[in-house]
């Protein structure tokens, strides 16, 4: 699975839009981008994921560059809830024999 | 099951104790994860079970931890000899590992504290 790069941490005010950032350079042609994230003592949730077109869901939506090297997640309306760390990851759909590895990903705190 | 269960949630142990950790999968989940997370650190792989493929337990840290799934279902990670800097949440996550997305479904964790 290709790297990913992430800020260690990231503030955005309620009711703000929240951009989280990724960087991932050497991405391949059939490798999705997910994103998770984990809120304070809980086990981790999936928010999205995407190839090369944007997506949106009920939680966020995903915006891939054209080159595919780097993505933003966008929380629209953050609330307090929104606050935990964000892990952005890389990998090939179906992909069933290597263990799908977890970074130190981004810690949003979101500010009343 | 509806989601990922895990048991117990919370286990005290003294040092040199073994202790086993369950993890219940979603009903046809193909593959199962277990991580560990120590107190303000991230997600530390542990073990990987594929199907009926050898498991991949490259993320152990030592010998005294081992892991079993029976029947393709329930898994139990068990640690021998307990140390205090195994004191960690452990946590578990199924996927149906098909054409589909990598989708991990996770429990709430099973919280370790060695003394």
């Known amino acids: 699975d290709a790297k990913t790069t992430q800020p260690t941490s990231m503030d955005c005010a309620e009711g703000r839009a929240a951009n989280l950032p990724c960087n991932h350079s050497t991405i391949s042609g059939n490798e999705y981008v997910y994103w998770y994230r984990q809120i304070h003592s809980q086990g981790p949730q999936y928010i999205i994921h995407g190839l090369k077109n944007n997506e949106t869901n009920e939680m966020a939506s995903l915006i891939i560059t054209e080159d595919r090297k780097s993505s933003t997640l966008i929380l629209p309306h953050a609330t307090l809830r929104d606050t935990a760390v964000y892990y952005c990851?890389?990998?090939?759909?179906?992909?069933?024999?290597?263990?799908?590895?977890f970074g130190k990903g981004t810690r949003l705190s979101v500010i009343a | 099951g509806a989601g990922v269960s895990q048991s117990p949630s919370n286990k005290v142990t003294e040092k040199g104790k073994d202790v086993e950790l369950r993890c219940d999968p979603i009903?046809?989940?193909?593959?199962l994860y277990w991580y560990r997370q120590s107190l303000g650190q991230g997600l530390e792989f542990l073990i990987y079970?594929?199907?009926?493929?050898?498991?991949?337990k490259s993320g152990l840290p030592s010998d005294r931890f081992s892991a079993e799934r029976t029947g393709g279902s329930v898994s139990t990670l068990t640690i021998q000899r307990t140390q205090q800097e195994d004191s960690a949440v452990y946590l578990c996550a199924s996927i149906l590992q098909s054409s589909g997305a990598n989708v991990l479904t996770f429990g709430a964790g099973s919280r370790l504290t060695v003394l």
């Open positions: 990851i890389v990998r090939v759909v179906g992909s069933g024999n290597t263990p799908l590895v």
């Open positions: 009903s046809g989940h193909t593959a």
């Open positions: 079970f594929q199907g009926n493929s050898a498991p991949d």
